[in-house]
Every structure is written in C-alpha cells, then in structure tokens.
C-alpha cells in the first residue's frame, strides 16, 4: 500500500524529491512557462535544497518529448575531465583509481551549459528567469526538510575537511542543518545572480569560473580555465528497447540509461508473475 492518492492535473504536473522544487517549476507553468522552463527552475532549486545531490557544478542529462517536431530528442551536457588529469600525473601520484570523493574527481560542470541550451532551443524564458526563485530562497533561507537533514549529515565528516564546504554548508561553521532548521546560501545566491548577470559565460571562462579553477588547482585538481571556456553541450538521439510491449527509452554513452536497458532486454524473456511475487526466483531475477 503507496498510502499515496492520485494526481489529477488538467494543465500540469510536476513531480521533483523537495517540495519547493516542485512549487517553483509548477508556478513557472501557471504564469505561462512550459515544462522545459519548469524544469530548469526546480532543477536550480534542487541545487540549493539538496545539496547533497546535484547544481550548477554537476551534469545535465535530459530526454525531452518536442510535440512540434513530434519525436524524442536527448541532450548531453556532461562536463569532461580535466586536461590536467593524464595517465602519467595518477600514477605519479600513486593512484590506481580516481578517488570518487577527492577534488581529483571533479570535473568541468556542465549543468549551466545544460540549462541553458534547453531554454534557448525548447524553453520560453530566459536562464536569469528561470534562476530568480532559486536566487530568492538562497537569500531568505528555508527550513530544511527531515530527510534531506539526514542525508545532509551523513556527509559532515567529508564536509569537515574543506574550509569551503564548512562555512557554505554547516549551521555557523559548527553543524549540519538539522531537520526544521532554518537555512540560507548566500553564496549560491550571488553565484546565481552573477550567472544571471552575465550569462553562462561567467563559469565557462569568467570571473566564477576563474574562481573555480584556483581553488581546484589549489587543491590538486586537473580542470584549467581553457576547459571552462571549451564545456558545450551534445543533442543526442535516445536509444531504445522494448519490454512487455512497451518502448524503454535511455540516453546513450557515457550516460547508465544503458545499463537498464541491458537489464531489460535480459528480463524480457521471464514470465516474473508466475515466479510470485517476491519469491526467491522472482528477487533473484
């Protein structure tokens, strides 16, 4: 039992994992916006209420349904490594791996490529439009929401370790929000408002993005500011399967939309109702 009802939305729905995400992105449709630009609201949104998860630093992937052109169409704006980063310095550095929580693993952030060529191709509003509501929170707090606090906190020993990641994340430089506790950014505000102000181009190449590349230097990382200015963005063609009659649509490589499509096609074959549901069988599968 979900315990959820339905949703019935003659005009509009949107579904995100924080309700201000979704409050954001459902008021750009009620004033006229379409999804595209309800997506890229909540999305700068997100990037402040979960920052645990994703932001203008992560990836942008998207499969978007164009109604005038009648087909699917995918968008890449993944960032790629940094120069710097070559088979010769890691192994000089002893690695033999690139440490997933380490600046070595940070790469060029595609996100604000992604939002903005969404907009300028499919969208109805400008970047500066779309970020105003995540500009607005950042700058007048919000409450943090119970399970956000929880995933919040589990990173606060990672967090502990920046100097950076401690005055930007943590309540007074001494903890993590707890679940209810008030919250602002004013950092992510100014970052935002100066993208707002200036364009992409103030992280591809600008006076953020120059920020961004010292610290990182600073810190050990690979991504110069040449590989700010060459980020851009890949419309792709979604790759597809069926599956008990229906079509599985997933972005290709370097997106993992593949890998569910290989789990797919090697279920396709199962009759997973007679296995009972749950069964040993039907797990296992």
Same mark, same amino acid.
């Given at each position: ?13 949107i +579904?995100? #994992? ?8 459902? +008021? ?11 997506? =890229?609201?909540?999305?700068? =949104? ?11 630093? /992560? ?14 169409? $995918?968008?890449?704006?993944? /960032?790629?490594? $940094? ?7 890691? &192994? +000089? ?7 997933? #929580?380490?600046?070595? !693993? ?7 490529a ?23 929170? *950042?700058?007048?707090? @919000? ?12 990173? !606060? ?11 930007t994340?943590?309540?007074? $430089? ?5 679940a ?12 935002l408002?100066?993208?707002?102000? %200036?364009?992409p181009?103030?992280?591809? $190449?600008?006076?953020?993005? %120059? ?9 050990? /990382? ?16 979604? &790759?597809? =399967?069926? @599956? ?20 797919l ?7 997973? *109702? +007679? ?11």
């Amino acid at each position: 039992m979900a315990g959820r009802s339905a949703v019935y939305a003659p005009h509009g729905v949107i +579904a995100t #994992s924080q309700p201000l995400a979704s409050a954001a992105g459902l +008021a750009v449709m009620e004033h006229g916006g379409n999804a595209i630009d309800a997506a =890229v609201t909540a999305a700068a =949104v997100l990037g402040l209420v979960e920052p645990m998860m994703t932001g203008p630093g /992560g990836d942008v992937f998207a499969i978007i349904w164009s109604a005038k052109d009648h087909k699917l169409i $995918g968008l890449n704006a993944s /960032g790629r490594a $940094g120069s710097l980063m070559t088979r010769e310095t890691l &192994i +000089a550095r002893g690695r033999t791996r690139v440490p997933p #929580s380490t600046v070595e !693993a940070v790469i060029v952030p595609g996100a604000v490529a992604g939002w903005q060529a969404l907009l300028s191709k499919y969208g109805t509003i400008t970047l500066a439009q779309a970020m105003a509501p995540a500009i607005k929170l *950042a700058d007048s707090g @919000f409450p943090v929401s119970p399970i956000i606090a929880r995933d919040w906190h589990a990173g !606060a020993e990672l967090l502990k370790k920046d100097d950076g990641a401690r005055k930007t994340f943590f309540i007074n $430089g001494d903890h993590t929000p707890a679940a209810g506790e008030w919250f602002t950014n004013p950092d992510y505000a100014a970052s935002l408002r100066l993208i707002a102000t %200036q364009g992409p181009g103030a992280i591809y $190449g600008g006076t953020l993005g %120059q920020r961004i590349v010292d610290r990182v230097k600073a810190l050990g /990382g690979f991504i110069t500011l040449d590989d700010m200015k060459k980020e851009s963005v890949t419309w792709e063609d979604p &790759i597809s =399967v069926m @599956f008990h009659g229906y079509r599985v649509w997933e972005l290709p490589p370097n997106n993992q939309g593949i890998a569910v499509l290989e789990m797919l096609r090697m279920l396709d074959g199962e009759d997973l *109702a +007679a296995l009972g549901y749950n069964s040993p069988a039907y797990v296992h599968r």
